[in-house]
Each structure stands twice: as structure tokens, then as C-alpha cells.
């Protein structure tokens, strides 16, 4: 190990399915990825949280609805506010977004069927801790697989957003019926990002695309970045 | 005090699920339209009154049973025998 090591935590809640992907792939950029369980009400000390996809308490109600009122969610809720950075993915996206902490809400695909492929998506933003290994304009490919991907916020949310260029990823066709083909925004301050594909699954060429590593390892550099200034 | 929350799609939101029924609906030879599909939710409230009820069942609907950005809900409070 030649660089300090970032302490990134994935957060478990009963349902969650690709908490291990995402720990690996953490892993393998090189953070010291820890798990934090649900109930806890205390988060150790992290210098990024990744909510990872899943069903988080069967999805009952609405996709994240439950989860987020876990007691590890409202430690996470104040990690953010205090500007810590925190990325959900899939199910971690749809948890955000329930939570406040992102705007708008997945609703359930156009389609109505699930979708699970690989899908193009083009780079918005190459200045978010999330994205920096990225070059603007880039077309990543990173598998969705979801039934509750399709984007949505009002006109007046919706032009907020793209004024202050909250829009970092967005499908290159139509993947779900989702608004302008949003695909991933960050919040207003940039500390928290949530995007539907699955980053985490995408991080070595043998699983057919390593783009999402661009995702992955830019967080942990800007988790190391945090690290660094605060040792 | 028993309460009924209905919770439905607000207008103009798209209701893939509504669609999906309609066209069913259509296939079984119904003339049918704006079809709709929303939720209903049973509970009893411990409340003094009807007043107090109403309002402790508007929060729940906007902390949990609803989420405002995309659905409009509506309660009906049952009061007790006198």
C-alpha cells in the first residue's frame, strides 16, 4: 500500500443485495470498505458512505420509504449535512431521494417490466467528487437492473436542477421512462450523489465493461483528498 | 379511531400500473378510461378527538404514507359510536 487509505462504510439494511459487490470494488480502489449495520445509531468514523443497491426492507410501501427512517439513516442524514460525502446507488438512490437528501422520487418503469442490461450514459459533470476520473462528455457503459428507475420532479424542480447543473449522469436512449433521461444528480452542495446503474458491478473488463471503476475510484480519491486534511 | 387513508397518483403523473390495467380492462372487451391505481391504507389512531385525529394522520401521510412529489392522499375518519 503506497497511499493512506480512506475509511468508506457500505451501509447494510435487511433486503440489501449488492452490499458485497460494493465493498469489494471499494476494496480493490484501494479504501478500507467497512459494513455498518442498519441499527446503528452512530456511524464510525467514515470519510464517505456508499448505500448500496437492493430491497431494502422488501421495499414495502414505496422503494425506500422504510429504510429510510433506519437509525443508521439518520446517522447518514447528518453525515451529509455536515458535508460528507455519500453515494447510493439503485436502491441507495431511491433511499436518498425519500430521505431529502436528493431531489425527486423513482417511481416504477414506464415499462413496467424490470430492465437488466447494460446501458450507455453520458458524463454531465467531470467536477463532483463521484466523477473526476471521468472526461466530460464521456459514454460509460454500466448495467441498470431495476423496476423502479424512472426519474421524476416537477417543471419548476426540474429547471432548478439543470440551472444549477444538478444533472451529472443521463442515459443515452430511453432506459426507463425516466425524466429527461436523468440517470444520476448530485444535491445542491455536491457532497451527495445517486445514480440508478450500478457502478459496483461494472469494475473489470471480464464483467464486460470496467467504467463504472471511474465512478468508484474517483470517490475514493476524493475520500482520500477528505482523509488527508483532516489527519 | 379507525381512519382510511386512500393514497392515489397525483394528476398528470404518469401511472404506468393504471395503463397497464386499462389495457387488460380493454382486452376483456370494457370500454374504459383513466384508469388509476392507488393504495389504501387501514389504521386505528388513539386520539382525544376527531380534530386531533385528522391532524396526527395528515403527518403520518406526509412523513411515510404519502410522498407528496407524486401522490395526493385523502382521509376518512370513522367516529366512534357516541
Known amino acids: ?231 | 379511531m379507525k381512519a382510511t387513508v386512500l393514497v392515489r397518483p397525483k394528476q398528470g403523473i404518469l401511472d404506468p400500473q393504471g395503463q397497464a390495467v386499462e389495457s387488460s380492462l380493454r382486452q376483456l372487451g370494457f370500454s374504459v378510461d383513466g384508469t388509476r391505481i392507488g393504495r389504501v391504507v387501514d389504521l386505528e389512531v388513539e386520539a382525544a378527538d376527531v380534530a386531533t385525529a385528522r391532524e396526527q394522520v395528515e403527518q403520518m401521510c406526509e412523513q411515510l404514507l404519502a410522498n407528496p412529489l407524486m401522490e395526493s392522499y385523502e382521509i376518512e375518519l370513522a367516529e366512534p359510536p357516541a
Open chain 1, 1 to 231: 500500500m503506497t497511499s493512506p487509505q480512506p475509511r468508506v462504510g457500505v451501509l447494510r439494511f435487511p433486503g440489501a443485495c449488492d452490499d458485497r459487490d460494493a465493498l469489494w470494488a471499494l476494496a480493490a480502489f484501494d479504501a478500507e470498505a467497512v459494513f455498518v449495520w442498519h441499527t446503528e445509531k452512530e456511524l464510525p468514523d467514515l470519510d464517505a458512505v456508499v448505500l448500496p443497491g437492493g430491497f431494502s426492507y422488501g421495499d414495502y410501501l414505496r422503494c425506500g420509504a422504510i429504510a429510510r427512517f433506519a437509525p443508521a439513516m439518520e446517522a447518514v442524514v447528518e453525515f451529509a449535512n455536515g458535508g460528507g460525502l455519500v453515494l447510493g446507488i439503485c436502491n441507495g438512490f431511491q433511499i436518498l431521494c425519500e430521505a431529502g437528501l436528493l431531489p425527486g422520487v423513482l417511481r416504477r418503469n414506464e415499462s413496467l417490466a424490470f430492465v437488466c442490461r447494460d446501458v450507455p450514459l453520458v458524463v454531465e459533470r467531470t467536477d463532483t467528487p463521484f466523477t473526476a476520473r471521468c472526461e466530460e462528455g464521456q459514454t460509460l457503459t454500466i448495467p441498470v437492473k431495476h423496476g423502479e428507475g424512472n426519474w421524476y420532479v416537477d417543471d419548476d424542480g426540474y429547471n432548478e436542477l439543470e440551472a444549477q447543473r444538478q444533472v451529472v449522469l443521463r442515459y443515452e436512449e430511453p432506459v426507463n421512462g425516466s425524466r429527461n433521461d436523468v440517470a444520476g444528480v448530485v444535491n445542491e452542495q455536491g457532497n451527495v450523489m445517486g445514480l440508478m446503474p450500478h457502478p459496483e458491478h461494472a469494475v473489470d473488463p471480464l464483467l464486460g465493461s470496467a467504467d463504472g471503476a471511474l465512478i468508484l475510484s474517483s470517490l475514493v480519491d476524493s475520500a482520500r483528498a477528505r482523509f488527508l486534511t483532516t489527519v
